[in-house]
């Protein structure tokens, strides 16, 4: 008796085990689907008849797609998501959003994405000096990314100056 219980016991288990097993796989298939699905492209768009407002949220998502596309190589440690590739990404979101809110004239979210452009430009130079003392990196680099950092707090300081004055 006891071995005929252990015996449903363990067949129980193994069925269950395959039955979650084939729920992971599956919802992995439907994933997987939706990632090798091919991106709606702008040449599927009339592109031509969007308004500039319309263009550069585009930049803007699209940025974010990338952003988030480094991150998951990131979060799964493979050198495409490296600190300094994130930081730039981050960095170029920030400068479309810039490019959106200066159209827009919406102050507060230009000051925000100003702000984010020069914490995400400071992270990306920290990363390059990382990599210069670790011997990746080469001198233009890093000069490279400072001009970049300089030019945002330029950009920053000269619209805050604008925007602030009557």
Sequence with gaps: MKKTALFAMNLLLFCAG???FHLTAQTGAENKA?????P???????IEESSEREL???KVASHQKLV??????S???SPAGSAYRLAEAHANIAAAEVELYRHTGEKEKLFAALKARVEALSDKLRAVLLGYEAGAVSQEVVCATEIQLLDALLEQKRIMESLSTP
């Excluded at 709606?40 to 009339?46: E, G, N, Q």
């Excluded at 988030?68 to 190589?73: G, P, Q, V």
């Design 40 to 46: 709606t492209s702008l040449l599927d768009r009339k």
């Design 56 to 58: 550069l949220e585009l």
């Design 75 to 77: 979060r799964a440690g």
């Design 68 to 73: 988030d596309s480094i991150s998951a190589y």
């Design 34 to 38: 939706k990632e090798d699905a091919p």
């Design 18 to 20: 395959l039955f979650c």
